[in-house]
T-cell receptor, first 116, second 111 residues
Framework: GAVVSQHPSRVICKSGTSVKIECRSL??????MFWYRQFPKQSLMLMAT?????????EQGVEKDKFLINHASLTLSTLTVTSAHPEDSSFYIC????????????FGQGTRLTVV | KQEVTQIPAALSVPEGENLVLNCSFT??????LQWFRQDPGKGLTSLLL?????REQTSGRLNASLDKSSGRSTLYIAASQPGDSATYLC??????????FGTGTRLQVFP
């Protein structure tokens, strides 16, 4: 299947700093990318959906000013956690699809964020 | 609002058993449904994708069915092995362009 690369796989940062997570589709053009957050032993919670060239659509309860999403090209989306706090510590996963979600979704390896 | 539920939440079985994992969704307006596997601390591995017009898909020991009208999908695992131990997630591509995940089933297959 197609490859989605997420970087970094692990990051530790200090409270108050910002962290950027990259999600790249390596061998296909991703018209739609999804960002998820996963708490321990829980399922994936959709944070936002982004279509290339347009603003991300955030789920209810997700602060768009805190979780900045940019989908500037068909192969790259970034999630920036701004002014991180310990409660932002989590596992973040991106996903990419073509044809606005009508095809198979491929996932990155995930990023374990720890805010100290 | 689309809600996706998986039953059972956890399952522990001896090696060799045939298993059925269930997934239900509240809104039948979907493009497709996908089953994933997730190992602890890892990302997701896609297992099977069923388009909304299809009834089932098979890959090796895995068979997934879809009954869109009733909002149900099942994942059948034949002759389970310890290596099948993982969390299994179903997800629906909703026609609002969202990919919504189920609550997951944690499977443990012991020798």
């Amino acid at each position: 299947g197609a490859v989605v690369s997420q970087h970094p796989s692990r990051v530790i940062c200090k409270s108050g700093t910002s962290v950027k997570i990259e999600c790249r589709s390596l061998d296909f053009q991703a018209t739609t990318m999804f960002w998820y957050r996963q708490f321990p032993k829980q399922s994936l919670m959709l944070m936002a959906t982004s279509n290339e060239g347009s603003k991300a659509t955030y789920e209810q309860g997700v602060e768009k000013d805190k979780f900045l999403i940019n989908h500037a090209s068909l192969t790259l989306s970034t999630l920036t956690v701004t002014s991180a706090h310990p409660e932002d510590s989590s596992f973040y996963i991106c996903s990419a699809t073509t044809h606005r979600g009508k095809t198979e979704a491929f996932f990155g390896q995930g990023t374990r964020l720890t805010v100290v | 609002k689309q809600e996706v539920t998986q039953i059972p939440a956890a399952l522990s079985v001896p090696e060799g058993e045939n298993l059925v994992l269930n997934c239900s969704f509240t809104d039948s307006a979907i493009y497709n449904l996908q089953w994933f596997r997730q190992d602890p601390g890892k990302g997701l591995t896609s297992l099977l994708l069923i388009q909304s017009s299809q009834r089932e898909q098979t890959s090796g020991r895995l068979n997934a069915s879809l009954d869109k009208s009733s909002g149900r999908s099942t994942l059948y695992i034949a002759a389970s092995q310890p290596g099948d131990s993982a969390t299994y997630l179903c997800a629906v591509h909703h026609n609002t362009d969202k990919l919504i995940f189920g609550t997951g089933t944690r499977l443990q297959v012991f020798p």
